[in-house]
């Protein structure tokens, strides 16, 4: 069974605090990782891919990546009202079936 | 990022009607598309994938006689709700992807049948 886990929370930080969100994967075979954003009612956007080992930055979001420990988190560091959504980790292995896994997503609040 | 176009965003209908969802990639060429249905306040859950110019593969669970599934070229697939019932209601997002790239998702579609 592919499995990908998150917490549902909500996870909730002040605003300018960082933020860490993470999940865990079942699939060894999984070789690529992605962080999707969903504000409610609207459909979900992409907003980090990583695919190696170590960390990837893009401006206030940092993914990182653990294949051994089978496990990808991202930050959001400085984090502002509007970051508050539901933030979903997918994951793909290479090549054959490439039907994306997702989380059922993490609820963050951001409060002033 | 590609963009993926889907059309209406929003549609009420009748019990018993059928409903017609449109996909649409604008700048790439889709290998895949996904249709995805989501509840209020539940997860994603994956309906059926397609690839151009083929059947399209069903979830479990989900009745390939009442979500018509059509993938007519590299840049265009539909979803038919036939006859739809209030049970239907829901939150309907495609997403299309090349092989081994991320996916990219449409705006989704709000369909409630009355």
């Known amino acids: 069974q592919k499995e990908v886990e998150q917490n549902s929370g909500p996870l909730s930080v002040p605003e300018g605090a960082i933020a860490s969100l993470n999940c865990t994967y079942s699939?060894?075979?999984?070789?690529?990782f992605f962080w999707y954003r969903q504000y409610s009612g609207k459909s979900p956007e992409l907003i980090m891919s990583?695919?190696?080992?170590g960390d990837k930055e893009d401006g206030r979001f940092t993914a990182q990546l653990n294949k051994a420990s089978q496990y990808v988190s991202l930050l959001i560091r400085d984090s502002q009202p509007s970051d508050s959504a539901t933030y979903l980790c997918?994951?793909?292995?290479?090549?054959?079936?490439?039907?994306?896994?997702f989380g059922r997503g993490t609820s963050l609040i951001v409060h002033p | 990022g590609a963009v993926v176009s889907q059309h209406p965003s929003r549609v009420i209908c009748k019990s018993g009607t059928s409903v017609k969802i449109e996909c649409r990639s604008l700048?790439?060429?889709?290998?895949?598309m996904f249709w995805y249905r989501q509840f209020p306040k539940q997860s994603l859950m994956l309906m059926a994938t397609?690839?151009?110019?083929?059947?399209?593969?069903?979830e479990q669970g989900v009745e390939k006689d009442k979500f018509l599934i059509n993938h007519a070229s590299l840049t265009l697939s539909t979803l038919t709700v036939t006859s739809a019932h209030p049970e239907d209601s829901s939150f309907y997002i495609c997403?299309?992807?090349?092989?081994?790239?991320?996916?990219?998702f449409g705006q989704g579609t709000r369909l409630t049948v009355v």
């Open positions: 997403s299309a992807s090349l092989v081994n790239t991320e996916a990219f």
């Open positions: 699939d060894r075979g999984s070789q690529s």
């Open positions: 990583i695919y190696s080992n």
């Open positions: 997918a994951v793909k292995r290479a090549g054959g079936s490439y039907i994306p896994t």
């Open positions: 700048d790439f060429q889709a290998t895949t």
């Open positions: 397609s690839n151009e110019g083929s059947k399209a593969t069903y």
